[in-house]
């Protein structure tokens, strides 16, 4: 992490050198419509173009200044209601000490301070499981968890930073609920509708247990009837009763 501050600066949407987020891609980011993402989770970004680079930027470069600036994305443009908990859906271990970081840990961390509440490990990945003689449709489900067990009725904010399938997002879910967890609700950095229409054909059972769960008092009961999931939602508008987060409300007022 010290290691960022010797970093020379360049912008992890474009690579010019100055800002780690320049100013035009801050305005391209911000012309961008928030997505729903497979399994009904709610996106700041598309996954393509400049919110691209962006967030892979994230996984590579400038990566806690880049995750400063997307958790700010997240929470302003999807509305999460009031949390007790931030926590996120951890990236393979291997795949952690490969990075030195997870960055799905980084956004969830950078969106607790922005709400003001505390940021826990609840999730780890099971291991044992060999992929091999599994069904693609099983495949297709993605890692499995397991959650430390929760004090009953807390509502959770389960960040990841790209959703894909939405497999990794349900199977986090399931197993934060199957410990106690009152309700989760999901947030990602970025989700790309092409593939999110592919999963919805392709990953039918994990993507149904998805919008079951997310509908219980979350925002994406209207996301979850969308008739085109193609089509770029701008969550921004929704009215909702839990749009109003009085805990994060001075951060808001925060310049960025
Ligand atoms: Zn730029």
Known sequence: MILDAF???SCAGCNQPGEVLCRRCRFSLA?????VGDGGVPAALPFSGVA?????????RNRRSVARHLARLMVRRVPVGQVHLVTWAPTSAGR?????????????RSIARELGVPCRRLLFRTHGTAQTGHSRAERLRGPSFRARSSR???RVLLVDDVVTT??????AKDALLAAGV???VCIAAAATPDHAMVGRQSVRPAQRRTVATAGAGSSSTTTASMPT???????????SKNAVRPGSAPNLARAS
């Open 7 to 9: 970093l020379p600066a």
């Open 31 to 35: 012309s961008l419509s928030a997505q």
């Open 52 to 60: 691209r680079q962006v967030v892979l930027g994230l996984k590579y």
């Open 96 to 108: 952690a000490r490969q990075r030195g970081f997870d960055q799905a840990e980084l956004l969830a």
């Open 152 to 154: 009953d009725g807390l």
């Open 166 to 171: 939405g497999a990794t997002l349900a199977a």
């Open 182 to 184: 009152g309700e989760v």
């Open 229 to 239: 999931p193609s089509a770029a939602v701008t969550l921004e508008g929704t009215s």
